[in-house]
Structures are given as C-alpha cells and as structure tokens.
T-cell receptor, first 111, second 114 residues
Framework: GIQVEQSPPDLILQEGANSTLRCNFS?????LQWFHQNPWGQLINLFY???GTKQNGRLSATTVATERYSLLYISSSQTTDSGVYFC?????????????FGKGTTLSVSS | EAGVAQSPRYKIIEKRQSVAFWCNPI?????LYWYQQILGQGPKLLIQ????????DSQLPKDRFSAERLKGVDSTLKIQPAKLEDSAVYLC????????????FGPGTRLTVL
C-alpha cells in the first residue's frame, strides 16, 4: 500500500522562528491534506492541497504531485502552533478513499 | 455550518464490556469514515460509508467491531467485547462526496479499556 513519510519527527523552536515540515508519499494520490492536532486531540484542517501552493496567514503549503512530496511552511511561529502536524493522502478511488496518515511531526514552540 | 459531532467525548470501560460511539456528519455529506487513533500514531481507517452502504471495511476487526449508518446520516460504531488494545481515540470524519474532496473530523471519543 501507499507509504506516507513525514520529517522531521520532532521539532523544537523558539517563538518567532520559521520551519518547514516535509511529507513524502510513495504513489500517485487524489488528494493531500495537512492537519494540526491540538492538545485536546482535535484534528484541525490546515490545507487541502493535491497540487500547487496555498497560503493562509503565517502558514503556507506546496505540493509537487509529480515528485510525490508536500511541504508545510510555518513562519514566525507562536506557542499556539505547538502540537502534532499530520500529512494525509487520499488513495485511488478503487482502493477506497480513506486518508492514509503519516506518523506526524511534533512541534514544540517555546516563548 | 456545524461541524462533525461525536459523543461521548470520553468513555472508560472494563475489558469484555461493550461500548457504542455516535457520529453525526456535516449536513449534506454523503461519505462518512470511522478512524482509530492509537497514542503516538496517525489515525487509521476502520470503515467507510457512502450514504448507507459500506465502501471499505477491510480493516475493521469484524469479530468485535460493528458499525451502521441506517438512514445515510448519523452512524454508530460498536465494540463488543472490548479488549485492552482497543484503548484509543475514535474519530469520525465526513466528506461531501466519495473522492477528490476535503475530509472534516469530529472531536473524537477517547476510549480507555481497563
């Protein structure tokens, strides 16, 4: 089955720093989403980005589908950015369309 | 627009007991998913519905887990009997259609089996 690998597994930053999280996937996908899981366990949708670049405030994401990777950029990080960031891909419809998640990147931002 | 609703938020049971979780998807969303998230891992699919039909239940432990979506709207997931390894967060997600679209997740039910 499709493999989703995220790096780095852990990231520790000072408030105000920038960071880049990477997601590699092993096969073509219909869809790619980035989520932030807050300390209460809620998965917050950040981006729906099967290809191209999107920006939302201090966050932006780029997916290069032909090269099978996606990047999530966090600029001027804040303590509220702490949590786990998941990349998830949607498989081909014939295999069911559930999301396949990576293991996540745990981000800790200190003041 | 209301999000995906789940209840209960927390549940503690003894092993071999039964438990049920409820999910109400975003209005108009035809596709509904149940995922299991074990501590330290990403969520993994248990079962996918399209309206009231099952699309994918290949990873559902059918000897103890069951799920239904009788009227094509809300859904229940049941575990009977529960095992220690079922301790996890159970997440419900919905999407407008079956493919090429964004999935939205509920707050989850945190199950502890003692």
């Amino acid at each position: 089955g499709i493999q989703v690998e995220q790096s780095p597994p852990d990231l520790i930053l000072q408030e105000g720093a920038n960071s880049t999280l990477r997601c590699n996937f092993s096969d073509s996908v219909n869809n790619l989403q980035w989520f932030h899981q807050n300390p209460w366990g809620q998965l917050i949708n950040l981006f729906y980005i099967p290809s191209g670049t999107k920006q939302n405030g201090r966050l932006s994401a780029t997916t290069v589908a032909t090269e099978r990777y996606s990047l999530l950029y966090i600029s001027s990080s804040q303590t509220t950015d702490s949590g786990v960031y998941f990349c998830a891909v949607e498989r081909d419809v014939q295999a069911g369309t559930a999301l396949i998640f990576g293991k996540g990147t745990t981000l800790s931002v200190s003041s | 627009e209301a999000g995906v609703a789940q209840s209960p938020r927390y549940k503690i049971i003894e092993k071999r007991q039964s438990v049920a979780f409820w999910c109400n998807p975003i209005s108009g969303h035809a596709t509904l998913y149940w995922y299991q998230q074990i501590l330290g891992q990403g969520p993994k699919l248990l079962i996918q519905f399209q309206n009231n039909g099952v699309v994918d239940d290949s990873q559902l432990p059918k000897d103890r887990f069951s799920a239904e979506r009788l009227k094509g709207v809300d859904s229940t997931l049941k575990i009977q009997p529960a095992k220690l390894e079922d301790s996890a967060v159970y997440l419900c997600a919905s999407a407008h259609r079956i493919s090429y679209n964004e999935q939205f997740f509920g707050p989850g039910t945190r199950l502890t089996v003692l």
